[in-house]
């Protein structure tokens, strides 16, 4: 079981993620991740990584394949404060560099700039 909750910005949505990232959960978090970035006026999603529990390879090949296909319609998805098992995860498949990764908000606030307190 996980939980989004989304924060709106102009053309960026910040979604903070909590729960495991596993199997059983995939076919909902696909749903509701391509619902929001694909949503009309957003042109990337941010992902808050920072309370995953449990994460598998079929929860990061969701995070893969709708970036993939977001990349095609010109649209992103970026990575903040993946949780150091998450982190691990991602090097061990060796994908650490398929996302825009940022390790704080500040960080990320340098990236993108519509995203302000």
Do not use: W
């Not at 909590?18 to 749903?31: E, H, S, Y």
């Not at 449990?54 to 903040?80: A, E, I, Y």
């Not at 404060?81 to 060796?94: F, G, I, N, T, Y």
């Amino acid at each position: 079981m996980f939980e989004l909750q989304a924060e709106s910005h102009p053309n960026v949505t910040v979604l903070r993620y909590k729960g495991d990232m596993c199997l059983p959960d995939v076919a909902q978090f696909t749903k509701e991740l391509e619902g929001h970035l694909f949503a009309p006026n957003i042109h990337q999603v941010v992902l808050d990584l920072s309370a995953v529990g449990k994460v598998d390879t079929s929860g990061l090949g969701v995070l893969v394949s709708v970036n993939t296909k977001g990349c095609s319609m010109r649209r992103r998805l970026v990575l903040l404060k993946p949780a150091p098992h998450v982190c691990d995860l991602l090097r061990k498949v060796e994908i650490e560099g398929f996302f825009a990764t940022f390790d704080s908000e500040d960080e990320l606030k340098g990236y993108i700039p519509d995203i302000v307190d």
